[in-house]
């Protein structure tokens, strides 16, 4: 028999039981998204325009720990969709700017509850366990920019 590495053990790694978790997570997130022919990542990204109305793709690549080559693709169907506009900067033609059309911004009303919805039925965590995860995430997160 192969000999065992107890760091290669998935019952060892920290990563499974965060991509486990998100996967379940985002899963929920569906019944309330496909009616509104959205996807996961489109409706953070308009989260993110709702709070902040106009970002160049790097600022909102930042926000969302996302590369610009995620992000083109799903700005374009955005666009598509009427949700979003996507123009050059007149500083610097390299950079385009995104912005949240009205019928975008209309698209929050219908978004409003999903977070309570969420909430009700995602977590088996208390407000303080909730709350102490999120610390700890965004902990891993923010190590990951120092790199």
């Given at each position: 028999?192969?000999?065992?590495?107890?760091?290669?053990?998935?019952?060892?790694?920290?990563?499974?039981?965060?991509?486990?978790?998100?996967?379940?997570?985002?899963?929920?997130?569906?019944?309330?998204?496909?009616?509104?022919?959205?996807?996961?990542?489109?409706?953070?990204v308009?989260m993110?325009l709702?709070?902040?109305?106009?970002?160049?793709?790097?600022?909102?690549?930042?926000?969302?720990?996302?590369?610009?080559?995620?992000?083109?693709?799903?700005?374009?169907?955005?666009?598509?969709?009427?949700?979003?506009?996507?123009q050059?900067?007149?500083?610097?033609?390299?950079?385009?700017?995104?912005?949240?059309?009205?019928?975008?911004?209309?698209?929050?009303?219908?978004?409003k509850?999903?977070p309570?919805?969420?909430?009700?039925?995602?977590?088996?965590?208390?407000?303080?366990?909730?709350?102490?995860?999120?610390?700890?995430?965004?902990?891993?997160?923010?190590?990951?920019?120092?790199?």
């Open positions: 028999m192969a000999q065992k590495y107890e760091q290669l053990l998935l019952k060892n790694q920290l990563c499974f039981p965060l991509y486990a978790c998100s996967r379940k997570i985002v899963g929920s997130y569906t019944p309330y998204l496909k009616p509104l022919g959205l996807t996961y990542t489109q409706y953070v308009l993110v709702w709070e902040h109305e106009n970002l160049n793709v790097g600022q909102l690549g930042s926000i969302l720990h996302l590369d610009a080559g995620t992000l083109t693709p799903l700005l374009k169907r955005l666009e598509k969709m009427g949700y979003v506009t996507r050059r900067s007149r500083e610097d033609e390299r950079i385009t700017i995104i912005s949240i059309t009205p019928e975008g911004d209309a698209l929050k009303e219908q978004c509850d999903i309570a919805k969420l909430a009700e039925g995602v977590s088996p965590l208390g407000d303080e366990d909730a709350r102490e995860l999120y610390r700890l995430l965004h902990l891993l997160l923010e190590g990951e920019q120092d790199r």
